[in-house]
Nanobody, 125 residues
Framework: QVQLVESGGGLVQAGGSLRLSCAAS????????MGWFRQAPGKEREFVAG????????KYAESVKGRFTISRDNAKNTVSLQMNSLKPEDTAVYYC??????????????????WGQGTQVTVSS
């Protein structure tokens, strides 16, 4: 069992930056693939970024590539999402997720077994 708690969301102007963090409790964090998803009002939850268990492989949605960076610290049981050059269309609730199978990331929600409660990111124009 893994519990995930996100933090770092807030209100920022377009062009600004935010850093989201996800703290994981439970055993074997270093064996989990991790992902960040987001859900805007009236839209489906979508993949943002993923990282494998060692941190050596990452994946980004095209919409955030070059602006967002996912990283993890297995010693601290945390995964982070650095978001730069934010746009109003980045406004959403951001969720952290953990995948117990394959130690890798998945772009589909069904690849993940555990989810955090979400943190709101609002980008004003």
């Amino acid at each position: 069992q893994v519990q995930l708690v996100e933090s770092g969301g807030g209100l920022v102007q377009a062009g600004g930056s935010l850093r989201l963090s996800c703290a994981a409790s439970g055993r074997s964090f270093s064996s989990y693939g991790m992902g960040w998803f987001r859900q805007a009002p009236g839209k489906e939850r979508e993949f943002v970024a993923g990282i494998n268990s060692s941190g050596g492989s990452t994946k980004y949605a095209e919409s955030v590539k070059g602006r967002f960076t996912i990283s993890r610290d297995n010693a601290k049981n945390t995964v982070s999402l650095q978001m730069n050059s934010l746009k109003p269309e980045d406004t959403a609730v951001y969720y952290c997720a953990a995948a117990s199978r394959g130690s890798t990331w998945y772009v589909f929600r069904t690849g993940y077994d555990y989810w955090g409660q979400g943190t709101q990111v609002t980008v004003s124009s």
